[in-house]
């Protein structure tokens, strides 16, 4: 390791960013770019426009999953992989997950003006829907180039209008020809806004990631009957609605009881059917998820929710039943990639802390086929997924040049 390494440019990268924020704009200051909407589209072909005129070559597989490559000297072997994602929630920041995909461009542009060849390929990847805000769960197309979710299931999954993955890939014309995964990779690099106040509280520059918390998710389906709410007694009434708020109140309990543990719990989507006044429910759908540090705390929170749904049931005269279910987080990141960002680090001088990840990232998932490492750096009083979402240049430059210096290491190796 050296502290010889060329530094990134940091206005070029920050311009970048800035140009993103400009696409899909929310009402507040920061982003509604959700998933394979135009607005998302339109960033696809902003960035694609970048990288094809920087001489990059850009593969996009059936999944609109986006893999720009630079060349290394052995393209034989085994690409270093960097990246995150370009879409946000609803009401979203301007960095979460973009930081991760400009860092990884930035890098690439770095070495081509230093002059730099690498042994190893080096490539960037944009993955589609880690939100998981248009068509839940989260981290869906990463899940599939990991051979965690079926390719089928995947361009299947539908949004509120719904519509299918595979209707809004096309729709935007980033449906891509090329297989989902089934690829060997090197490794996996990824960097993101921490989505939380310990850095920026501590004021440290820098998050390695030792380990992920394990969080699941389910999709809870209620089933009750139409009818009139005016006349209708009360001890016929079969309201979805009510049962699905009663679910949703016995998960928010099951969280406040784990928390002294640091375990979470959330509904923050329901759907109900039909949703007008002057009719009962018939039908109703949550999205749960719930995690903490300790995988067995994980598992009682599963059972202790699963446990209540019985007592929702029948306390509101409806069916209830889990339909699809997920996990994240079960695998732990490479030791080897963890030393060498730290080695990077020290070399640099840049301060950081070790630190457990709370939210999911593509990391995760890809963790699962390649040896991974997540880095995190720091966002105003760790406020995300929020409008208000903030950073600036100078919190981002420590950890991009680790970033930047653990990469050329390992596509040098």
């Known amino acids: 390791m050296t502290r010889n390494i060329p530094p990134i440019d940091g206005e070029r990268f920050w311009n970048t960013l800035m140009a993103s924020a400009e696409i899909g704009k929310g009402t507040r200051g920061g982003l509604a770019r959700l998933t394979l909407s135009e ?5 696809r072909d902003l960035f694609r426009s970048w990288v094809e005129a920087d001489g990059y070559s850009v593969t996009v597989d059936r999944l609109g999953n986006t893999f720009v490559r630079r060349g290394g000297i052995d393209n034989d072997l085994p690409p270093v992989l960097v990246g995150s994602h370009l879409d946000t929630q609803a009401a979203g920041g301007r960095f979460d997950g973009i930081l991760g995909v400009m860092a990884g461009l930035e890098i690439l542009r770095a070495l081509d003006d230093a002059g730099i060849a690498t042994r190893r390929s080096i490539e960037v990847v944009n993955w589609t829907n880690e939100e998981g805000g248009r068509f839940p769960p989260p981290m869906l197309c990463s899940g599939v ?50 989505q939380g106040p310990a850095l920026w509280e501590a004021g ?29 007694p009360m001890a ?26 640091e375990g979470k719990s ?27 540090p300790d995988p067995k705390l994980t598992a ?15 306390e509101t005269n409806t069916e209830i039943a889990v339909g699809d279910s997920w996990t994240f987080g079960e695998t732990s990141f490479d030791p080897d990639l963890i030393n060498l960002v730290r080695r990077s680090a020290d070399d640099l001088g840049v301060p950081y802390r070790e630190m457990m990840s709370q939210a999911g990232h593509d990391a995760y998932h890809l963790a699962r086929i390649t040896p991974t490492v997540l880095l995190f750096t720091p966002c105003d009083d760790g406020i995300s997924h929020n409008e208000a979402e903030n950073t600036r240049l100078e919190d981002q430059l420590p950890g991009l040049q680790v970033l930047f210096s653990a990469v050329l290491a390992r596509a040098n190796r």
């Open 204 to 232: 440290v520059p820098l998050g390695i990631v030792v380990a992920p918390y394990l969080a699941r998710g389910m999709r809870i389906e209620v089933t009750g009957e139409n009818a009139h709410s005016g006349p209708t």
């Open 39 to 43: 607005s998302d589209g339109q960033m």
């Open 266 to 292: 959330t509904v923050a989507r329901l759907e109900a059917s039909p949703n007008i006044p002057g009719i009962i429910s018939d039908r109703a759908t949550l999205f749960v998820d719930f995690r903490s």
């Open 300 to 314: 009682e929170m599963e059972e202790r929710i699963r446990a209540s749904l019985p007592d929702c049931a029948a």
């Open 236 to 261: 016929r009434r079969r309201n979805a609605l009510v049962g699905a708020a009663s679910v949703a109140l016995a998960v928010n309990r099951i969280g406040h009881a784990y928390a002294d543990r």
């Open 145 to 194: 180039f990991a051979g965690i979710h079926d390719l089928d299931w995947a361009l299947t999954r539908t949004d509120q209008a719904g519509i299918t993955v595979a209707q809004a890939l096309d729709s935007i014309g980033w449906a891509g020809d090329v297989p989902v995964g089934g690829r060997d990779l090197d490794s996996y690099f990824e960097i993101h806004i921490e």
